[in-house]
């Protein structure tokens, strides 16, 4: 099975990019999930063999259940350390944008990438990338970015080579974003790639573990709380959604990832096709923050464009609000009417 990902003038491209450089930064999306940071450090890491010098740098937290991963310590906040961002992208050869493919997804860090001299190169799997760079490998079937980041090193002969460091987070970007390879997971590559990161010693049933069995106590109590009081379900259109508001994540201690994976739970009910979040942004007013599942042909990524300020994948997307939770869940009342005959 070929896991070539790039034309040989693309791969001569890639090669020059980063031969050329010698620092280097690798970034992230905002709200960086388990696919953004285990693309990131195991792209980083592959820099790194090649003796170059790669930060990562993401534009906030990312939930604690990430790290365990190896390289987690030497990732920098933009939210955090502002001026040493600002240092890494001045120094910078090439930035490498992983997992995204607007430069709006970095939010304040934005300007450090758009005023940048660096070369500028783009591995996304979501649909239509379109920051101006050097080169965008975009393959939007792909499970996730991780596996791009995969087949990259593969093709740039770097596998044998390949340790933990690199392997682990591979598997843990490919694992969280197809949700443990429950959707978005049935082309034969992905599991041809997982049998090859097994050859590196990787323990998936102990990754598994530590990303999906790893909550305190308030986040399990939060997550029963919001499918016993806040669920909505309606039987005749195989739909639900919930809201959670900043007073229900004070009450039940949140903290960044515990409400992670929730969005696919109603999709357990007998015959739901479409599952949406709504939750208020726990640090800005009148900002909600939307997140949409589904199951076989819905298009979560059309309802996310036409009614929430976003897009991604067919079952797995997401959007933004600037409005009220009660003025979001009306928005969301109106886009499953909208798409009514598609969800009968």
Avoid at 30 to 57: F, H, M, N
């Amino acid at each position: 099975m070929q896991l070539d990902l790039l034309n040989i003038d693309e791969l001569t491209q890639l090669r020059q990019l980063i031969s050329s450089s010698q620092n280097v930064v690798v970034i992230g999306h905002k709200a960086p999930d388990g696919d953004a940071i285990g693309s990131c450090l195991a792209w980083a890491e592959y820099l790194r063999t090649q003796g170059k010098k790669a930060t990562v740098v993401v534009p906030d937290a990312y939930p604690d259940f990430l790290c365990w991963m190896p390289g987690t310590e030497k990732i920098v906040r933009h939210d955090k350390h502002p001026e040493k961002v600002q240092k890494a992208f001045t120094e910078a050869d090439t930035i490498f944008c992983l997992d995204f493919g607007e430069t709006s997804r970095i939010e304040d860090a934005e300007p450090l990438l758009v005023n940048s001299q660096a070369n500028i190169v783009v591995i996304d799997h979501h649909i239509g990338p379109n920051i101006p760079a050097a080169l965008t490998i975009s393959l939007p079937e792909a499970c996730s970015t991780a596996e791009l980041v995969f087949r990259l090193i593969n093709q740039l002969g770097g596998f044998e080579a390949m340790d933990y460091k690199q392997a682990a987070p591979i598997y843990c970007g490919m694992m969280t974003d197809t949700g443990g390879f429950t959707y978005n997971s049935t082309r034969p590559e992905i599991y041809q790639i997982i049998g090859l990161l097994l050859t590196k010693k990787i323990d998936k049933d102990k990754i598994y573990r530590q990303v999906f069995n790893n909550y305190s106590h308030w986040a399990i109590r939060l997550r029963g709380y919001i499918m016993n009081q806040k669920l909505n379900y309606i039987d005749d259109l195989h739909c639900a959604y919930y809201s959670v508001s900043r007073q229900d994540m004070l009450n039940y201690h949140f903290i960044k990832g515990d409400m992670e994976g929730l969005v696919n739970e109603p999709l357990r009910i007998k015959g739901v096709k479409l599952s949406i979040s709504l939750r208020e942004d726990d640090r800005r007013d009148n900002t909600i923050l939307v997140s949409l599942r589904s199951v076989d042909d819905f298009p979560c990524n059309k309802m996310a464009a036409d009614f929430f300020n976003g897009g991604g994948h067919l079952n797995a997307s997401g959007g933004k609000l600037n409005c009220s939770l009660a003025e979001a869940e009306e928005i969301t009342r109106k886009a499953i009417k909208a798409y009514e005959a598609l969800l009968r």
